[in-house]
């Protein structure tokens, strides 16, 4: 009787054959998979920064659109004279800044809806940053109409004669809020703007109690200023010559104010911070002189020019610092000329692509016609 054997199966040339085969296959397979990886991870790096550039975009271009509202192209008129402290500025960390004033056709210095900021930032892959400072009307504040005498009720503030409080009825949403109307409580360090036929002030916040807030001297902005010797103060609004001649009358310190409304004034600063976080420079924003806020980031370009209209309706473009004298005209450009914003704003991602061994980076140019500035009287041709 035969005995079979059945040997069949692999040689060796055919298993590593197919090994070669399967490690090709394998490696291919794990290679594409390593690529999308990659093209996903730079998809989201994209993406963050796109989110970034139209998150911080976005607020700054609306706060441009309503620089100036309900002060105008003016700009506000500051504390000034012989021995006044200059008004501080907001400015990036380990900076100190004080507004550049703009003296309009009476004389008074003011400080302009928008003041621009050129290479006043970080410096950023070897390029300065811009920084700019809004002015502008809480829209969710309701005016407050201020009276020089009396008790005051609803919507009203007894402003004291010599400017430094004003009177409030204990319910008034200046003091307690309105939660239905999303109306804040007017907080220390809240800007408040005075108004009336007169001119315009503005004066800080430095306390409240349950029925006034408070302008004390030696605030931080500095426009509690209230000497006799100063124009700029809440004292040039009783009358309308109550500044013209310096130092300001004894009858005029006590008398009373005239109607006056009073609002909620926004100073709106926007300024690259690359010393919070070293090396993740961050488009920051600031309120009046509250805590900062970090709007976006990684932020590698700031850069604003502006388009100015003067008097006599000649205009220039693209104009990065200010004051600026046109060469051809001799026309001399300020800040409160300003009627449009151009602004760039670049950013890069947190971490670098693999793909590209270098950072995502992305760019938005855009220009803002600023609302209440824009304007232009045709017909005025007044040197």
């Known amino acids: 009787m035969h005995k079979i054997n059945n040997e069949h199966g692999f040689t060796i040339s055919e298993l590593l054959v197919a090994l070669a085969l399967t490690l090709v296959v394998t490696g291919t397979a794990l290679t594409t998979f390593k690529n999308a990886l990659n093209i996903n991870e730079t998809a989201g790096q994209l993406a963050d920064a796109n989110q970034n550039l139209r998150a911080g975009t976005n607020q700054l271009v609306r706060d441009l659109m309503m620089a100036g509202r309900i002060i105008a192209g003016g700009g506000v008129p ?159 609004i009783k009358t309308s010559s109550a500044c013209d001649t310096l130092p300001v009358s004894n009858t005029v310190l006590t008398m009373n104010f005239p109607n006056t409304a009073l609002f909620r004034a926004l100073m709106i600063t926007y300024y690259v911070d690359n010393s919070t976080t070293p090396g993740t420079p961050r488009l920051t924003r600031v309120i009046n002189h509250f805590t900062p806020q970090a709007l976006a980031g990684v932020v590698e370009d700031l850069d604003l020019t502006y388009d100015l209209v003067d008097p006599s309706s000649n205009r220039v473009s693209d104009i990065a610092s200010l004051p600026y004298t046109d060469a051809v005209t001799g026309v001399k450009y300020t800040n409160n000329m300003i009627k449009k914003v151009n602004v760039h704003v670049g950013v890069r991602s947190e971490s670098i692509s693999k793909p590209a061994q270098d950072y995502v980076r992305n760019h938005i140019s855009t220009a803002v016609d600023v609302r209440s500035l824009a304007s232009v009287d045709r017909y005025n041709n007044t040197p």
């Open 78 to 236: 500051a504390p000034s004279g012989s021995g006044v402290t200059a008004i501080a500025r907001p400015a990036p960390p380990g900076q100190t800044l004080t507004f550049q004033l703009v003296q309009d056709d009476d004389g008074v210095l003011n400080i302009p809806s928008i003041t621009h900021g050129y290479q006043l930032g970080p410096t950023i892959n070897g390029s300065k940053t811009d920084m700019v400072t809004i002015l502008t009307v809480d829209e969710f504040e309701p005016a407050i109409s201020g009276i020089g005498s009396g008790t005051p009720t609803g919507l009203q503030g007894t402003i004291a004669s010599d400017g430094s409080s004003v009177l409030l009825p204990s319910t008034s949403p200046w003091l307690v809020g309105d939660t239905v109307n999303d109306t804040a409580a007017i907080n220390v360090g809240d800007l408040i703007l005075f108004k009336n036929a007169n001119g315009s002030a503005m004066q800080t916040v430095t306390s409240k109690d349950s029925t006034h807030i408070y302008f004390a001297a030696s605030d931080w902005f500095n426009f509690n200023q209230r000497s006799s010797s100063f124009a700029g103060t809440v004292h040039c």
